[in-house]
């Protein structure tokens, strides 16, 4: 349906590709694809650098340790949103608690925050991509049998060594995944970024919301050309990851 609307007329008279010539020709969409690209790979790169860590952590971790774990990361999974972006503001906002204690005490990096721009929508967003790409990668870990790196260990080799020929290996189909459900959620992500930024930062939901239920004018057939290519874009993701494996994998083969 929202495929066939993105090449629909607005008067509905017939079919035409002008929706479409419009998004790569104008500016102002073209920057909302830069910019979901942008966000949506950095925050699940970094995202899954921290999570891979995070998950080994957990995955070596006593009962009780582990569950607590796992109950911090699922509440933290779920503050996203409204919620969260009122949290950075108060953090991280022009007069944040955080930017008003860095100018207090002279720390520029601190001080000088800016959350109202692509970088400061990034952090945001690793905010809930870090304990979603933890729990993500936790079952991978635990495929990871201590008699590997025992054997590993009595034929001579050394910990980098289990990690590089075995580790990381039987880890790459989780780690790929990971990053692609992570691109996708960070592509998709609409709540957090609005309430940050509302319509005075191009990124391609925003840009699709406004052609439904925007104030002035409406373009459906325009928006679902947009939402089409969100969904083509996932799709690339998704089929990239998937072919970078095959490569990963066929090389050690």
Known sequence: MIIVRSFTLADASGFTVEHYIAVFSKKLYQQAVINSLIVSAVSAAVGLIVAFFGAKAASGADGKTKTFF????????NFAGLPL????????GNVGVFVMLGKQIGFSPLANINLYNVWGLTLTYIYFQIPL????????FEGIRKEWQEA????????????RNVGIPVLLPGIFGTFSVLFANALAAYATAYALLQNNFSLLPIRISEQFVG????QPEFGSALAVIMMLLMVAAVTINNNLLKIAQGGRS
């Open 85 to 92: 972006a009122f949290s950075f503001i108060i953090m991280f």
């Open 152 to 163: 590993v260990s009595l034929l001579g080799g050394t910990l980098f060594q289990f990690w």
């Open 133 to 140: 790409a933890t729990l993500l990668m936790i079952p991978a």
């Open 215 to 218: 104030d002035i004018v409406q």
């Open 70 to 77: 796992l109950s911090v990361l699922n509440m933290t999974s």
